[in-house]
């Protein structure tokens, strides 16, 4: 189990790298929603576009000097993959990615434009963490997984951090939710400076594996679910991240792909914030009334944004 302590150390490591995304409000989305006051943490705002920039420099930067130089490796549909990258360049050293064949293309060409090794694979025949696992034995790799690493959670949970240092405490915290690396971290933090916040993970209806598994008292494997929300394609809960979110999560809700999409259109009509469909699923939830919110103060993480414009013109258009 990750601290406080943990998330705090990550803090440190991320001050003058990573961006301090903003905390946006608007009149417009209390009325969409029936909520006292909805706090958006931006991430789309974070460098790579994404929250997942947190998690793999603060894991990359916790590395031994050893470990570093022989070079990283992680499997990702994208944006963890161009954390990784991005990551990996600003300390000098080689990564390899694992990205699935179906992996946006504008998440394979930033990936690559960050400097990475890319090794396509099939997502829906294969088993992702094997063939991590066989990267990281044939090339002496040091792993760098999306979700299932102590730092990776604890830099992940810096969002939260900054989110209530920037708002100050919260009634309800929505988050979205894949393998559990930013739902574990965002709980940690917040289970720590604002104990009566209400947290409530999001995942897509087609990816319900946390559902399934917080009602049966352990991991669930579901097929690799097909969704828009690409960043939410996991099929089972990660080993680290299930038992902190068993303890800090009061609850896992489920959206479906045209309440993202609804969300996608309403938080760029409104605000002016483009979201991917991974991105905006934690903020579907709250829109499509799926969390009693009523006059609350109601956090939200916009987890990124990296879609291109065809794709966003393609959904909401």
Do not use: W
Not at 130 to 155: F, Q, S
Not at 193 to 208: F, K, M, Q, W, Y
Not at 223 to 233: K, L, M, N, S, Y
């Amino acid at each position: 189990m990750i601290t406080l302590d943990d998330v705090q150390a990550a803090a440190r490591r991320l001050d003058g790298v990573a961006h301090r995304t903003p905390v946006i409000t608007g009149r417009s989305l209390d009325e969409a929603t029936g909520a006292g006051r909805v706090l958006l943490k931006a991430e789309n705002f974070q460098r790579v576009g994404a929250f997942k920039f947190r998690g793999a420099y603060n894991a990359i930067s916790s590395l031994s000097d050893a470990d570093r130089r022989r070079g990283v490796a992680t499997v990702s549909s994208g944006n963890h993959a161009q954390a990784v990258s991005l990551a990996a360049r600003l300390h000098e050293i080689p990564a390899v990615i694992l990205m699935p064949e179906d992996a946006p293309a504008g998440k394979l060409a930033a990936t690559q434009g960050y400097g990475a090794e890319i090794i396509r694979f099939d997502r829906y025949a294969v088993q992702r963490d094997e063939l991590l696992d066989e990267l990281v034995a044939e090339r002496g790799l040091t792993p760098i997984h999306p979700y299932d690493n102590e730092h990776v959670m604890a830099g992940q949970g810096t969002t939260a951090l900054e989110l209530i240092e920037d708002a100050g405490s919260l009634d309800v915290l929505l988050v979205c939710l894949g393998g559990g690396g930013l739902l574990s971290g965002c709980a940690t933090a917040t289970a720590a400076l604002s104990p009566d916040t209400r947290i409530i993970g999001v995942e897509p209806e087609a990816g319900d594996d946390f559902v399934r598994s917080l009602a049966a008292g352990e991991r669930i494997e579901i097929p690799v679910p097909r969704t828009i929300a690409d960043g939410q394609q996991t099929p089972m809960p990660g080993e680290l991240t299930f038992p902190v979110i068993q303890k800090l999560v009061h609850e896992v809700v489920t959206v479906s792909d045209a309440e993202i999409v609804t969300a996608m259109r309403l938080l760029f009509e409104r605000t002016k914030i483009v979201a991917e469909p991974s991105g905006a699923c934690a903020f579907a939830a709250l829109l499509a009334g799926k969390v009693d919110a009523k006059g609350l103060r109601v956090g939200v993480t916009i987890s990124g944004g990296n879609v291109t414009a065809a794709r966003f013109a393609e959904l909401v258009g």
